[in-house]
């Protein structure tokens, strides 16, 4: 039987009950539309969860905050303490039965046992589940027991759940070292129920600026933008003289130095710009000391500078004490933290059984902004490929590519000079080590590259000296690499344009076969369902021959990507009547598109009122099978298809995701020169689908 609701749980602290909440979550709101999160128990009304606020805001749920939790910790105990259980489980169970009866699933989750007090003999999170008949998942903390003591708590644990009556969904074994997760999955491979084992990852569990200031009196001296998610792994004192501390600092310490040691001020400022000492988090004056005028601008006017510095009241010591106490915080700006948890929830979890066993009854025709990300992010994992990203100098990029890594998403190639790149990504507080980083100007492949592009154009007067110097634009190298295998897909723009990432890709990659047009389009993620438009970014006034093809490109990447596609060809009149050259062209490129898929629904020309809206469709085109369904648009010409998505992104808040080339015979993508980070990892998704569907 499929089920409505799920319950997460741990006994312990720190074992991961956010991680685990967040994960399924992801796979909730990648299928359901509508997910309520419910917590039956808060620690005080009259302070904001942060689980509750995290999940909220991130996942975008509609709910109201009030809506999300039943009671605090203090009105439990003293309903428990009265003998008034009962009557306590009733109140939980109407408000939980509220949400179930408003929302396609709720997920729940618990109190940690150890909140409550000692008193309480029995589970009180497996009572509730009992009663609100949710599936558990127990989470358990191996971070401190070993591996004879987890099974024992596992089997100890699924015992308990059968006893109590519960539908046991799956155990998850979280912070787990290498040893014991080898050891307890041997352990564990005649074990009938679900298990999860997650190895720990270390960063997950550190500190970051941001919770620094949260948790101390902090006066901000220096900040860049995204420096407040750099991860802290230690603390030191520079207490020493410069030539002996340097030798102590390490990847990501936090410095606490006085402001007035101007020697090791500048000397932690050379270790940044130099290759052989690692980078550090963050700078921090105790005293509320102010660093010399001088310093500070030297410190200003540093290329690049971007390493925090702060400053706290209290002295030295304190400051060290207060600082080694502060607790990792998961927050919603906690973009690499996330990608990194993601990453490994989703390697170590069978989501296609977890959806299987989730109830996924839902109108396919609702398709929401997140639920389109999250089924890219799906596909791409599940076919992984290599994309190459030219354009590495841009800070942009970097960060997209770590996003892309930790999720898993893609294997990322970067063009440039591997010890700069590096000493790029590592002053910014990135990890690209798992990145393949290639120097294409000394590259052992420019030979090849060269020879294979010479071939291709000395019919148009090439010369090899010529080709060479092609080879030398990154952009010209990495689709190289994706024409010989190298790349399984590129994706350029964010600082060349449209014609300097497309060019490359006409005269090595070339079209498909069957078509001789390259051609764009736009996922216009809108708030229940994902339209595709096209061509909006390309092809400026395309014959009729030329339309016909962008809309047989558009509709097959509409079916790539699971939208069962139905096209309307947009024109400023519908049917039969309209007349003039504009319409004629549009009447024409529909009975191509006709003949050459015949089995493709198509309706043309049609105004856009008409392809959107059922009642103007019935008024208009009663009998088509398009009118009022369309859910890929082709425009007659780009200055119409431009200025429409803008519109529409612009006025209903659609995410608009693009341009996506279509018609080349692999992919190579386009960003826009003002992209954000997140339009390029989801570009990078896209292009990788693409070249697994190419396979």
């Avoid at 750099?230 to 340097?246: G, P, S």
């Avoid at 020697?263 to 988090?281: C, K, R, V």
């Avoid at 507080?429 to 154009?457: P, Q, W």
């Avoid at 060809?569 to 309209?578: I, K």
């Amino acid at each position: 039987m499929k089920i409505k609701s799920l319950f997460i749980s741990a006994q312990e602290k720190n074992a991961g009950t956010l991680f685990v909440s967040m994960g399924m979550m992801e796979i909730l709101k990648r299928n359901l539309h509508r997910v309520a999160f419910f917590r039956p128990i808060i620690y005080s009304k009259d302070i904001r969860d942060g689980d509750i606020s995290f999940i909220l805001e991130r996942y975008s749920i509609d709910m109201p905050y009030e809506d999300a939790y039943g009671f605090d910790i203090e009105y439990v105990e003293n309903m428990i303490a009265t003998n008034r259980t009962k009557e306590l489980i009733n109140q939980l169970i109407t408000k939980f039965k509220k949400l179930e009866d408003e929302y396609d699933f709720v997920l729940c989750e618990g109190m940690r046992r150890s909140f409550l007090t000692p008193t309480i003999e029995y589970d009180l999170n497996l009572k509730i589940a009992q009663n609100f008949g949710s599936s558990y998942i127990n989470i358990l903390n191996a971070k401190n027991a070993t591996v004879q003591e987890v099974y024992e708590d596992i089997l100890i644990e699924n015992s308990n759940i059968t006893f109590a009556g519960a539908t046991h969904f799956a155990t998850v074994i979280n912070r787990l070292d290498d040893k014991k997760h080898r050891e307890l999955a041997k352990k564990l491979q005649n074990y009938k129920l679900t298990t999860y084992l997650f190895k720990e990852l270390k960063e997950l569990n550190m500190p970051t600026i941001e919770d620094v200031m949260d948790a101390l009196d902090v006066r901000v001296v220096m900040m860049g933008e995204e420096d407040h998610t750099r991860v802290i792994r230690q603390v030191k004192v520079a207490a020493l003289t410069l030539d002996n501390f340097l030798e102590h600092i390490e990847k990501d310490d936090l410095i606490i130095v006085p402001a007035d040691r101007s020697d090791i001020i500048l000397g932690l400022l050379g270790a940044l710009y130099s290759n052989s000492y690692p980078n550090i988090s963050g700078i921090i004056f105790p005293y509320n000391m102010i660093v010399h005028p001088n310093i500070k601008n030297l410190m200003v006017g540093l290329d690049s500078f971007s390493v925090p510095v702060l400053s706290v009241p209290t002295d030295t010591y304190q400051t060290a004490r207060s600082l080694v106490k502060v607790q990792s915080r998961l927050r919603v700006n906690s973009e690499r933290k996330i990608a990194l948890a993601l990453g490994l929830f989703n390697k170590n979890v069978d989501i296609a059984e977890i959806e299987k066993r989730i109830t996924l009854e839902v109108q396919e025709s609702v398709m929401t902004p997140m639920m389109f990300e999250y089924k890219l992010f799906d596909m791409a994992h599940s076919n992984k490929k290599r994309i190459v990203l030219p354009e590495s100098s841009d800070e942009r990029i970097l960060r997209a590519a770590e996003i892309v890594l930790r999720r898993g998403v893609a294997d990322i190639i970067l063009l440039g000079d591997e010890d700069k790149l590096r000493e790029n990504y590592m002053r910014l507080g990135l990890d690209l080590s798992r990145a393949t980083i290639i120097d294409h100007c000394n590259s052992k492949l420019m030979k090849e590259f060269t020879d294979v592009f010479y071939e291709l154009r000395k019919f148009k007067g090439l010369t090899l000296e010529g080709a060479e110097d092609s080879m030398l634009h990154i952009n010209y190298f990495a689709t190289m690499m994706v024409h010989l295998g190298y790349a399984d897909g590129m994706v350029s723009g964010v600082i060349h344009s449209t014609g300097d990432t497309i060019r490359p890709a006409l005269q090595i990659i070339k079209t498909l076969p069957n078509m001789s047009v390259v051609s764009s389009v736009f996922f216009m993620c809108l708030k229940t369902k994902v339209l595709v438009y096209g061509d909006c970014a390309i092809n400026q006034d395309p014959n009729a021959e030329v339309l016909a093809q962008i809309a047989l490109s558009s509709a097959a990447t509409a079916k790539a990507f699971g939208i069962e596609p139905k096209v309307a060809m947009l024109s400023y009149s519908t049917g039969e009547s309209g007349s003039g050259a504009d319409v004629d062209k549009v009447r024409e490129a529909t009975k191509i598109v006709k003949h050459k898929d015949p089995d493709l629904l198509v309706e043309g020309p049609i105004q856009y009122d008409a392809a959107i809206n059922k009642k103007v469709a019935l008024t208009k085109l009663p009998n088509s099978k398009v009118a009022g369904e369309a859910n890929v648009f082709i425009f007659p010409d780009l200055n119409t298809g431009n200025n429409t998505y803008k519109a529409v992104q612009r006025s209903s808040d659609a995410v608009a995701i693009g341009p996506i080339l279509q018609g080349l015979r692999k992919p190579v993508n386009d960003l826009s020169r003002g992209c954000l980070v997140a339009d390029i990892v989801n570009t990078i998704a896209i292009t990788a689908i693409q070249a697994g569907q190419i396979e």
